[in-house]
């Protein structure tokens, strides 16, 4: 199955939870419940959730269980996205085609969106039913996970990073540890994550672990590269060239791939899904 089918198949399963656990449109205070949804509903690729199932399936447990981890991800991703359109950051208006949060709702109501889908996500991952499908161990593991991958040493320092970053007084060293922290993390916790729900041994998660690292940051050079007309930001481009940044995204697939080796058919939705994080068109 490629990666398209398989994000395809999974992404009702991660929409269901996703719709049960934000609070309704109609309930009070509307503003805020509406502003949650505007973002989540239609979503982007489910690229995430996605990798969360398909790291279950590595570990050799039922996808089910990443659900909660599946959901996580996805409203963290989310809420990062609506505070990074805010004026204060990258001010845009638009995003998968549509006003975005704050243009929509006001910069105070679309702050507080954010804070409440990042809260929301970790009672994804606490509800009884997340206990009751992966065991309170692997929710407490999971929990650590997604909170050092999200917090100082993870998205939000990669983003203040960014925010400072000066095009041509950089190092490649200094772009890729931006891309491991902003990009990377969340993708390495989805990953981890799911593996950690389905019950895998320490040892297969470390390894998705540096899959997911890998994956990560080849991702977001994939991404510089579909972006490669629009103003240089921090990206690997002026650094390497674009043949030089698509063969740097090769070698980091390659990468991922090599953690994969020896675990067969169940790690095949993670090959596909690594193969399309660094080949997308869009
Ligand atoms: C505000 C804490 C905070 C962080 C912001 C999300 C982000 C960090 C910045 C947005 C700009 C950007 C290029 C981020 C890198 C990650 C990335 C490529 C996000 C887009 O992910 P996709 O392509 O989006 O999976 P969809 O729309 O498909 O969900």
Known sequence: MDALAYIAERTPWVDEALDA???PADAAPEELNKAMRHLVFPGGKRLRPALAYAGAEAAGGDPRRATPMAAA???VHTYSLVHDDLPCMDDDDERRGRPTVHVVFGDAVAVLAGD????CAFEALT????????GAEAVAVAVGRLSRAIGAAGLVGGQVDDLAFEVGHTTEAAVVSIHRRKT????????AGGGVMAGGSPGLVARLERYGEAVGV???????LL????????SLLPLLGIEGARARAEQLLEAALDELEGLGERAEPLRELARFAVRRKS
């Open 116 to 119: 409440a889908l990042q809260a």
């Open 218 to 224: 080849a991702f977001q050079v994939a991404d510089d």
């Open 73 to 75: 991800v996805e409203l």
């Open 21 to 23: 656990l934000l609070p």
């Open 184 to 191: 990377g993390a969340l993708i390495q916790a989805a990953v």
């Open 127 to 134: 509800t009884s039913e997340a206990h009751a499908l992966a």
């Open 227 to 234: 972006d490669a007309d629009e103003d240089e930001g921090c």
